[in-house]
């Protein structure tokens, strides 16, 4: 079986994207340094601790693993922090990210799959945010995705590396058999907090902003559920592998949703109360984020089958019930 590169694995999409692999035929060999992950989340193929930011470390992966291609999840993905914290995300982010293709182009490991975002594109009212749209982030995390992108186009023109990059929407929902799920510490996204929250483990969830210019005057996400997101990685696998050129997809459904309207469904979901505080606005944040582009579909065969709102808050709730990670 031929081996699979998968940074951040041990994370929550590369955890999921490690089953997704191993299902299709390969070994997803996860490297990760284990500061966001979580070592019980590796259960598909071997792991090795390391750090993107020791160039050794990473040569020493692709000599003993020679891996077709890479995945590359490792990341710091929080908008807040990135705000508060630019430094930190030019370094892990994009110094890690240098590394990483530098040591794949020197190992001549010439297929690398890219997790981006959609905070690449920044707020932009009244566009529709397909590949070609314009990209303006407005938060460190988005400006250091962008970079990524272009060191990419640069080995691609100077060395013929190939990249899939996503540009994902908002990722939610877990495993639906409960081998993996989101776990993060400190939690920051919507809708596990939101489940916190429902569950008593927080006393209330906090809307960030009840004053943007939407209907509800809170902030419009398009939500895409993890597994499905994961699918369309394999598919971007085989289609590098297949000998097709670069191109880059966005993963969303096109359907948007404001965070009342998520807590309505989260109620819906649960059959309980949603304690609510509202609060000022996060810095960094976009009014609204939906794609407009089908891409991944017409090209890649995408079929994403789980992606409606409550079917990803039940995935969740399932998963925030029921799993969590010691290690
Ligand atoms: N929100 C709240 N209260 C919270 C947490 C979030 O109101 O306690 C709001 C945010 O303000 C935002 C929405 O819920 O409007 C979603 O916030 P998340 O923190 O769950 O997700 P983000 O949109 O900030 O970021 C996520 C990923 C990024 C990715 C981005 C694309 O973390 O990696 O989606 O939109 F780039």
Redesign the pocket.
């Known amino acids: 079986m031929a081996n699979v590169l998968v940074t951040g694995g041990a994370g929550y999409i590369g955890s999921h994207a490690c089953k997704a692999l191993a299902a299709a035929g390969f070994t997803p060999v996860t490297f990760d340094n284990l500061i966001t992950g979580w070592r019980d989340a590796v259960k598909f193929g071997p792991f090795i601790q390391g750090d993107l930011l020791n160039r050794a470390e990473i040569d020493a992966v692709f000599a003993r693993h020679t891996p077709v291609a890479v995945m590359h999840f490792a990341a710091l ?4 922090e990135s705000m508060k914290h630019p430094g930190r995300y030019w370094r892990n982010n994009v110094q890690g990210s240098l590394n990483l293709i530098e040591a794949a182009a020197s190992a001549e490991c010439g297929n690398f799959v890219f997790s981006s ?3 690449t594109y920044g707020d932009q009212d009244n566009v529709v945010l397909d590949e070609d749209s314009d990209q303006y982030p407005i938060n460190a ?2 400006s250091s ?1 962008r970079a990524i992108e272009d060191i990419l186009r640069d080995f691609g023109a100077a060395c013929g590396m190939k990249s899939v990059i996503f540009r ?4 939610a929902g877990a495993d639906p058999d409960g081998d993996v799920g989101e776990f993060h510490k400190p939690e ?4 596990p ?2 489940l916190d929250a429902i569950d008593g483990k927080r006393d209330a ?5 009840t004053d943007y210019d939407t209907p509800d005057g ?5 939500y895409v559920h993890v597994c499905d997101l994961v699918d369309a990685h394999v598919l971007g696998l085989r289609w590098l592998l297949d000998g097709k050129p670069s191109r880059v997809f966005n993963l969303g459904t096109g359907s948007g949703f404001s ?1 009342r309207e ?1 807590i309505d469904h989260s109620r819906d979901v649960t059959n309980r109360a949603v304690p609510i505080i509202e ?1 000022k ?2 810095p ?3 009014t609204k ?1 939906v794609s407009g582009s089908t891409r991944a579909v017409a090209e890649l065969g995408w079929a994403p089958s789980r992606s409606t709102l409550p079917q990803m808050i039940s995935d969740a709730w399932r998963w925030h019930q029921t799993g969590h990670y010691n290690t």
Do not use: W
């Open positions: 993905s929080q908008v807040g975002t959609c905070a995390y988005g995705k994902y929407f908002n990722v920051t996204h919507l809708i907090l939101m969830l906090t809307i960030f902003g809170t902030c419009i996400r398009d965070v998520v609060g606005r996060r960094g944040d976009c984020l």
